[in-house]
């Protein structure tokens, strides 16, 4: 429960100082009873912090011209992807770094441009996952029901998260990147040895269970066991994980219909909102009519898991239930997820992957599902940053077609690895380096463009979202 305190708090951070922002934008200095200097010095504060006469953000792109920036931003973009739908954090702290440093787009671009390169990584991942069964239990390797439970509030928590983009500093969004990608990576890593150290006892258990049944006599091991008894458990349950078989007999139709049905009903909120004055009373009230949608199916799963009528499967015990007060802590982490991803421009799954993981999901069933609902989240990215006129849409087109591809190579080869090595903990190992990777890389980007905005005396604060202009 570490990690979700620390999420909790970063979060309570945030709101705290976007809080005390917005209230000092509204004190008046007439009354203070500070010397002039003092006065005036808080008052250069306050307007550094806030910006009331519009905006002072501009856009940067760069002119899509074959040369070394795009050929080197192309390669670390395949090998993002690549990695990123392995471990199904989506490949944003690759994708934002290369899109500002390499091929020169503004952050905040940058984040709406990686969005449609997940989006791509995420609709290839999907298409090879819809194929799979379970790797030990007779169910698709997605687990529908725990899609169901956090992919509402995830695109809830993408909405909030586009709008914060808007508002939030490039400070505040280096600061709440960093502390929540350490401590999620961190814990994706020790999940990731602790899985790696159950493989290997398994394994032994294995090696020596194949050496009792190698000197058992041949008379005795015919009469004592048939050959389906003598596989090891082990053995039988990894059956289904090589085994593909149709789309339409491996997918639960209804789940994936409830999520559309969010997916839709946010689509033209969303639109309507376009038509809308920016603040004006009808743009606030179609912002929250997104609340109840995505609580009402998030609350019918919750509910059937709660009463029994539902269970997410995926888990290795079956039979543990769980409690209303963990669905409702799964459930913030689930808008949580959704913030961090529209806000910072990268996958949820760097918050739902760890999550997955400590369910007790197994790593290539958490790193589909994950990547399941990355593609609804990425995707109403994509439309909302394409309405607020976001990033270049050649460009997007490029670069969602070359995740598109890398994905799937990508998925291809950590499959054969799987089947060569028989350790699912290679994911696992995968999300914690990609997470920590993110990290690194956004945090490096990010402390740098905020090192330069102070050398330079640039504006540094909350945006005005009413008077935003994209």
Known sequence: MGMKWHVVAVLGVACTVAAAVAADRGL????????????SYLRKLASSLWQSDGTAYHHVWPPMKLGWKIVLGSFIGFF????GSIGGVGGGGIFVPMLTLIIGF???????MSKCMIMGA????VYCNLKLKHPTLDMP?????????IQPMLMLG???GVICNVIFPDWLVTVLLIILFIVTSTKAFLKAIETWKKETEAAKQSEQTSEEQEYMPLSAGLDAASPSEILSDHDRNETPSDKE?????NVYWKEVGLLAFVWVAFLVLQVAKNYMATC???YWVLNLLQIPVSVGVAMYEAVGLVQGRRVISSKRNEQNSLRAHQLFVYCFLGVTAGVVAGLLGVGGGSIMGPLFLELGVPPQVASATATFAMMFSSSMSVVEYYLLNRFPVPYAVYLTILAFFAAIVGQRVVRKLIDLLGRASIIVFILSFMIFISALSLGGVGISNTIHKIERHEYMGFENICKYEA
């Not at 008046?28 to 006065?39: I, M, N, R, T, Y």
């Open 158 to 160: 993408v909405s909030i």
């Open 141 to 149: 390797v997605i687990d529908y029901d725990l899609v169901l439970l």
């Open 245 to 249: 078989v149709s789309i339409w007999k």
């Open 28 to 39: 008046s200095f007439a009354g203070a009873v500070a010397p002039p200097e003092e006065a």
């Open 122 to 125: 995420a609709v290839s991942t």
């Open 280 to 282: 004006s009373i009808w």
């Open 80 to 83: 993002g992807a690549a990695f």
């Open 106 to 112: 503004d952050p905040k671009s940058s984040a709406a």
